[in-house]
């Protein structure tokens, strides 16, 4: 089986990103969500925030975001479970693998092969994910812990065990950009949280992220922005935090294989957003339909070959 | 403006339904996902989980959620927190009303509509629900708090105030059927429980869930099935309880707008679950695809239906 | 095999369709398109044009297409060529059938099997249908046809060898309904009238179509409606008809799996349509979202249901 | 108005392009995609067909299509009616536009502009159009034309008067690449030719193209690929044409928006087609999900750097 290898930026695709700009539908969507990308990147009065939906770890978009925090272009990151524990999974040392679609699900569950969609990963990095997450745990000083706090403790150990991993949660502390995880039991290392309170006290209280997100980040903002790879939990989180707060999103983008026309939250344009105060009116927004494997590359390469430049 | 009306099921879609199972493509699926749903809540050694995202109740399909419920049809919901902020608001008296798409979001914001894709509601519910909860969190005995300890807590408390709302929340708790909310503090009721927890001392812990989920419901049932109504955190909740277990769901449907090939976890297919465990490799299952406002009332009916005749 | 059995209208699913018009989403879309169906076909001075794209006869749909062609609720179909080949193939006595997603298509071509997605046919039919056709072909009066009139001698040919067969070609020609095919080479039945050309005279203009549709039906209404499954052809052909005619459409009611936002007029708002005149601004329209094999069948009974009744 | 410049393929996007295959979902896809195409094109025995569905010339692809056809990289084009009637609009002088989404469709209409998603286009500009055809239809020779020999002499015409033209019909002419359009009637250039029959005799026999696309492309060739971009009548036409000859393709890519759970053609499988016999099973095959307008920039660019190199 071949490894999944994270995808880096490159050179030179900001050419034709800005040729897209003059095309029609989504190409012109690229090219426009680039623009913003880069002027809410440059902005260096707002608070940028990172949504982190769909299965991108597994699917080699850990360099990207690693990118962005290194730049400072993000300030702070709301992500899925999965998201954590997958990077996780690949800092201590395991792997993703090249998978395929035509293979029988029963058969891959004989030879203990978890599949998300044409990725495969071995069933046994679990045992791996069990030790690492227990120790960590046991050494973590006693006190409330919001999402946040945790994996800044979690990166902590990252840095020190793992120092070389390619992981955006070891990365993430490094830089002090904060996780937030609205939904961290919802994953497999939040059952490792569980297993471990099951027989150890630790309190972790994920309302304490409200607290962190809205009166730390969003209220002492200048401006807010935001870049939202799916919808979900982080999604929904990043912008409910602005419903109560006089600090509106200046620029909004989003990357999303969902549409309007279904009613959800996921799909729903950020105009959507506006009518609840959670986007500013005066705003900078785009949304992107199609898959953020490829549009995601495409705009951080253009950003950072434009950045860089100037 | 008109308010929005909770769907309830009708007598006579059930010929059409059956007649569904022998044509193609969705409407083959729909009838296979109907006799499903319907084995599963005929079979009385099995614990059936629903799953329940996307804006379900704004839309109208509370009394679809009640119906299955009095029924004794499920056993536990796990939900995004957005369909249970929306019936707390429904229950004290707000409503939701019938929108349009074709005004400007800006002028909504002024006018204080909030807008869910073709539905209205006004931002001042928020303080009835503020009144509410924070009258209810108040009174609450001091203990430690799963998400499904507090929605009893809630469930009562509607039982109590509001004995003749139409809400899910308080049903489910009438008929002792917990409700899980894995990201309890993404919506705006969990920001109403932040709110408290500012002044006053709550523990919630949402972590707890697994246990009352898993060991307390999934662990003791000799089978399980689950009805999938979206994906995000209900889905994934409900199918990773199963990565750990003796017991895999053996009956298991989804009503999903989205699509296996963008890789996320709300579009796969239920196939892939069977690799990681989560689904039985002989267990009856069957994805629709269309907006579950269409199929869910479909499917509820001719259950309701067949099962009123047996 | 079990055969494909096409879907009959049933009674009694106008009320659940009527109460989805006060929930949200695409069930609303459902009940207001169905109002919008109802007026459309009892507007006496109203012509009426079904476009069928997709593959809607293999998927069972064919009743549902007679049934508005017997109670004269629509005055012209334009069609795929495939809705065409596979009524064909029904008609002279063969059959489609239910059919498996997880089987391998190289071994389905050992067994001389095509899949339509969940549905098989015997490419064997393609012999029948080529005696058929080409004994039809061979008795045509020497004329230049449309594809309508070419369609009309094929209703008159399996009104005679077929008359019981349950065939929209057949029924249209004896209820004097017009096909139209733009696309008619591109279809298995297409095929057939050009290996007949190979070897003799027939003259097939399909430009003729524009004449018979534009000048013969739609600037002799006063008023005009269509019900649009799927895009394609039919829907282009439907609307761009419109482009430099005095009576733009007063209803249109479509019913898509595809979206807008990728540009492509299969997927575009009826609202575009407004902008280039092909609909008219005062016209009532309303897209419904999803699989046509659920939304037609629930349409086309609850129609029935009310135009009895009234 | 600020007018739609088409895109060229740009160097140095191979890169991106080569680290996504060893990401996953659609990165990979589109990698893979761009291998096949790279293989398809480099075949020199081989025989290549591009199908062009979706909006695609005003949204600015015109530029990649006419360096597939310089490259003699395509020996054959399946169009809709709208690319060659857009093309032509292009061709002799007109513009379409950088639209807005967020305009009333009735407004544009007063002011006489035609919305296609995102592009404006001004509906004077059929007047030019209707000159420039019924110009060169009254010089045609008195001959029976195919859709291609039609568009030969409209290449043939652009090339005498319009001889600096971005015009892909004019450069498709040039380089002896044939243009099939099955569905021709069915778009403003068609109904110029039905204009142009009222009053004039003119012979087009669209079901010729099966011979020219059949007889002399696809049975004489070695080997046959293709390109489909969208699905419809291109991509049904090129692959029934295979559906009754030994030469299935070998090389298969699909770059669409459409998906397989719908049933329908457009949204296929190119597995699917193996059943029908017109995909070969030892084909090398990939479909991209995507908006065409992202992924073809970078296929050709991709491709074009790695031609080049070798």
């Given amino acids: 089986m071949k490894p999944i290898k994270a995808i880096k930026p490159t050179n030179n695709v900001n050419d034709l990103i800005k040729q897209m700009g003059s095309t029609g539908f989504n190409a012109r969507r690229l090219s426009k969500a680039t623009d913003i990308v880069e002027k809410m990147f440059k902005d260096k009065e707002c608070r940028n925030f990172l949504g982190l939906s769909g299965a991108m770890i597994p699917a080699g978009m850990t360099e990207l975001v690693i990118e962005m925090i290194e730049n400072e272009w993000i300030h702070g990151i709301v992500t899925t479970g999965a998201n954590i524990t997958h990077d996780l999974i690949n800092a201590i040392g395991n792997k993703h693998y090249i998978g395929a679609l035509d293979k029988d699900d029963a058969e891959l569950r004989k030879k203990k092969i978890d599949r998300i969609y044409d990725i495969y990963m071995k069933d046994e990095v679990y045992e791996s994910l069990e030790d690492f997450s227990q120790n960590v745990l046991k050494t973590l000083p006693k006190k409330k812990y919001s999402s946040a706090g945790l994996m800044k403790e979690f990166g902590k150990a990252l840095s020190k065990k793992f120092p070389a991993s390619h992981s955006w949660v070891r990365i993430a502390y ?20 569980w297993l471990f309170k099951q ?20 209220w002492t903002a200048k401006r807010t922005g935001c870049l939202l790879i799916g919808g979900g939990v982080p999604k929904n989180f990043i912008l409910q935090a ?29 105009s959507e957003g506006i009518s609840w105060g959670k986007i500013s009116p005066d705003a900078m927004y785009q949304t992107v339909y199609g898959d953020a494997t490829i549009s995601l590359p495409l705009i951080i390469s253009a950003v950072k070959e434009r950045l860089k430049k100037k």
């Fill in 199 to 218: 027989f150890n006290e630790l309190d972790v209280d994920l309302f304490l992220d409200w607290h962190e997100f809205v009166n730390e980040l969003v």
């Fill in 174 to 193: 490094e830089n002090n950009v904060p996780i937030f995880c609205p939904s961290l039991p919802d994953c497999g290392f939040g059952m490792q949280i």
């Fill in 242 to 270: 602005q419903q109560f707060a006089d600090t509106n999103h200046k620029y909004a983008v989003q990357l999303t294989t969902d549409s309007p026309q279904w009613g959800g939250l996921s799909g729903a344009t950020l």
